[in-house]
């Protein structure tokens, strides 16, 4: 660092000097010249030693002040050098200061990292604890829950199990373990048997009355053809003559005998169905009521004899094979239904229908061997088949008169029967 500049000082001092040298002879022999000329005087004689002296002795001075001058500026380099090395060194110990400052900075950084991420690893194992703990207790708790859940099913499925024993034993008591009967012949001395083929007709005779009978005939054909089938008539005033005949139809077609009992009141179409049967059954106290048929007709007077044309060829149709079965005419049976009563419904009870040929047989007793199972009593919608119902029913709710008395309606009857009953303060009333 410091040679460098002395060196690059003295190559230009020596350039100098040496060039100065070369062309130092030809002024003075100018100047010679010149004075030669002017003064015409005469040639001085010049010393070459003493001018190489002098000249030694000017390059001395001049060497002398380059190394003072080299001195000099080698002092001020050094200077400069030395200022530098200076900042240098401050800017060293700064920057090291600098970095001493940035590495605690970053120690207490590092730290305070650590510290957090510690702290955090910490929380981290303390919810983990928790979480793991409140597992545990819920595991627990689930657990219970099952043992409980198990015990309460083990305890219902006990209690079910028992409840529907109690209920198929109870169930088990309302059915009958005896077998329908079947006999070829059903009347057994006063007792009439009847099995499971048996069809119930009770109400209004319609075509839906009608349809239900028929599909029950065929159905029990299909399953045998010869032991009898039984339509139990309870209660009906009869109906429409069309589904009527069908059911004559039904029962006249039918490979298996079909046989009508009637337990309490046939009359119109269904005491024809009764009459016109294979055999027939009846209590003596079941009432038969025949009467011409009627029906409900308007229009003019042509449509009105129309009507009355058809309802006699009905008549005819349905009426002769009765009077014929009674060893009579069709008039005379006309006209024994007005001499017996002036609306020429002619009603008898079963052991005078008897008599008559309305019905075959009276029976005392009726065995119904299809009844193997216990059913509660329930009030019918049927008119003309309303059995007393059971206390709380509608029609037997306790009321007030006009007069605020209490009193109770008594349901409808069937036109052939009457209430005996006990009734002194007028509590009973009819419809």
């Known amino acids: 660092m410091k040679k460098l500049p002395v060196l690059l000082l003295l190559l230009s001092l020596t350039s100098s000097s040496t060039g100065w040298s070369q062309e130092q002879p030809a002024p003075a022999t100018q100047t010679a010249s010149v004075t030669v000329t002017a003064a015409q005087a005469p040639p001085v004689k010049v010393d070459p030693l003493q001018a190489q002296k002098d000249e030694v002795a000017k390059l001395s001075l001049e060497k002398e002040k380059l190394t003072v001058e080299i001195a000099l500026a080698q002092a001020k380099l050094e200077k400069e050098l030395s200022e530098n090395k200076a900042n240098v060194t401050k800017l060293q110990s700064q920057l090291a200061e600098l970095k001493a400052s940035q590495d605690l900075a970053d120690y207490q950084t590092k730290i305070a990292q650590e510290k957090e991420l510690a702290e955090l690893k910490k929380t981290l194992e ?29 305890e219902f499925t006990t209690l079910t199990t028992q409840m529907e024993l109690e209920l198929k034993q109870a169930e088990s008591r309302t059915y009958a373990t005896n077998d329908p009967v079947y006999l070829k012949e059903p009347m057994q001395g006063k007792k009439l048997v009847i099995s499971d083929r048996r069809i119930p007709l009770n109400g209004v005779i319609t075509n839906a009355t009608a349809d239900q009978i028929t599909d029950k005939i065929n159905y029990f054909n299909n399953r045998d053809k010869e032991m009898p089938i039984f339509i139990i008539i309870d209660d009906s005033p009869g109906g429409s003559v069309m589904a009527g005949y069908k059911i004559l139809k039904a029962m006249q077609g039918s490979d298996a005998p079909v046989y009508v009992v009637v337990k309490s009141f046939a009359a119109s179409m269904a005491a024809c169905i009764a009459t016109l049967a294979q055999k027939s059954y009846a209590y003596p106290n079941a009432v038969i009521l ?85 059913v509660d009593s329930t009030p019918t919608n049927n008119p003309m088949r309303s059995p007393l119902p059971s206390p709380g029913h509608e029609s037997l709710k306790e009321e007030r008169d006009e007069k605020g008395h209490p009193s109770m309606t008594l349901p409808r009857l069937n036109p052939m029967d009457c209430y005996w009953i006990y009734n002194p303060d007028g509590f009973f009333r009819l419809p």
């Open 290 to 374: 025949h009467h011409q048929i009627s029906a409900f007709s308007g229009g003019n007077l042509t449509q009105q004899h129309e009507w009355v044309k058809e309802m006699e060829e009905w008549w005819k149709r349905l009426a002769d094979p009765i009077a014929q079965k009674m060893g009579i005419t069709r008039d005379e049976f006309i006209k024994q239904m007005y001499a017996h009563t002036s609306t020429g419904d002619w009603n008898e009870f079963g052991d005078n229908a008897v008599k008559l040929k309305w019905v075959d047989n009276i029976v005392d007793e009726i065995q119904e061997t299809s009844t193997v199972r216990l």
């Open 126 to 154: 303390r919810a983990l604890l928790e979480s793991n703990l409140a597992k545990a207790i819920s595991d627990k708790e689930t657990m219970d829950l099952i043992h409980a859940q198990s015990a309460s099913k083990r």
